[in-house]
C-alpha cells in the first residue's frame, strides 16, 4: 500500500511590510522558525518578538529567579542573529500559562502597539503530528495568539487598552502556525539556515543542560532535518512550514 502524496505547500504572501512573533518560551521561534525570519528581515521586513513568559522553568538545575534574566539574555542575543532588535516579554508564569481572558488581553495590546499585518505564533493543536504531546503553554498562547489577531481590532473586548492609548488595529490579515502537524504554506530556508543555526545556538545554557551531544552538532542536524521535512512539499528546497489562518 502507498501513501498518499501530499500536496504541495504554497509560497507564503508577500505584500506585508511588519510581522509580529508571538510564542510561549525562548528558543520556541529558535526551534524551526528563525531561517524564515531571517529571510524576512534580509527582505527589509520588520519583525519583533513577543515571548508569554521567559522560560524560567526551562532548566532543571537552574531555579526560576536565576534562570528567568539568563533566558531573556540568550533569547535578545538569538533574535538579533537574525535581525529582530525588539523582543517583549509578558510575564506570565511559565508551565502554567493560563489560555483565557488575561493572556488575549496583552497579547491584543502587543498586536495594537506593534500593527503587524502577519502575525506568527507556535502550535496551538494538541499534538506535534501522529503521538507526540504538544505542551499546555504552546496551546494556550497558540490559541490566545489566533484569537487576539480579532480582539485587537475590536474596540469594545478590551475597552481597558484604549484607556492606555492602544487604539484598534484591524490590520492582521494573516495567523502564520509554525510547527503545525496541518502546514499549508511554506519559506525558502536556503539563505536564512545558517543563521538559523546561529541562532538557536544562542540558547547555549539551555541547549547545554538539555543535551550531552555537541550543541553545534545537535543544532545543525536538527534544523537541517526539520527544513528538510517541509522542503518534501516545497520542490525539495529546505524550507519552514506554517499553517496560514487567514482573516
Ligand atoms: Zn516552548
Redesign the pocket.
Known amino acids: 500500500m502507498t501513501e498518499p502524496t501530499p500536496s504541495p505547500l504554497q509560497p507564503m504572501p508577500e505584500d506585508w511590510r511588519r510581522a509580529l512573533a508571538v510564542?510561549?518560551?525562548p528558543?520556541?521561534l529558535e526551534?524551526g522558525c528563525s531561517a524564515a525570519i531571517a529571510a524576512w528581515t534580509d527582505a527589509g521586513r520588520e519583525i519583533a518578538y513577543v515571548l508569554a513568559t521567559r522560560?524560567e522553568a526551562g532548566i532543571d538545575t537552574l531555579p526560576p529567579a536565576e534562570c528567568a534574566p539568563l533566558r531573556e539574555r540568550e533569547q535578545r542575543a538569538s533574535a538579533a542573529v537574525v535581525g529582530v532588535r525588539e523582543v517583549e516579554f509578558l510575564d506570565h508564569r511559565d508551565g502554567v500559562v493560563e489560555y483565557g481572558p488575561a493572556l488575549r488581553r496583552d497579547i491584543a495590546a502587543a498586536i495594537r502597539r506593534h500593527r503587524p499585518e502577519l502575525v506568527i505564533t507556535?502550535n496551538h493543536r494538541d499534538t506535534w503530528g501522529a503521538v507526540a504531546w504538544n505542551?499546555p503553554?504552546?496551546l494556550a498562547v497558540g490559541r490566545a495568539t489566533l484569537d487576539a489577531a480579532a480582539d485587537a481590532g475590536n474596540r469594545w473586548i478590551f475597552p481597558e487598552l484604549t484607556g492606555q492609548g492602544l487604539e484598534p488595529w484591524n490590520g492582521v490579515r494573516w495567523v502564520a502556525v509554525a510547527g503545525s502537524s496541518s502546514p499549508t504554506h511554506a519559506v525558502d530556508a536556503t539563505d536564512g539556515l545558517e543563521r538559523a543555526v546561529r541562532s538557536l545556538l544562542e540558547h547555549r545554557t539551555y541547549l547545554e543542560a538539555l543535551t550531552d551531544e555537541d550543541p553545534e552538532t545537535y543544532v545543525r542536524g536538527f534544523l537541517q532535518q526539520y527544513t528538510a521535512a517541509a522542503g518534501e512539499r516545497f520542490g525539495g528546497r529546505p524550507a519552514v512550514a506554517f499553517e496560514v489562518f487567514g482573516r
Open positions: 510564542v510561549a518560551h528558543d520556541d526551534y522560560g507556535l505542551t503553554d504552546h
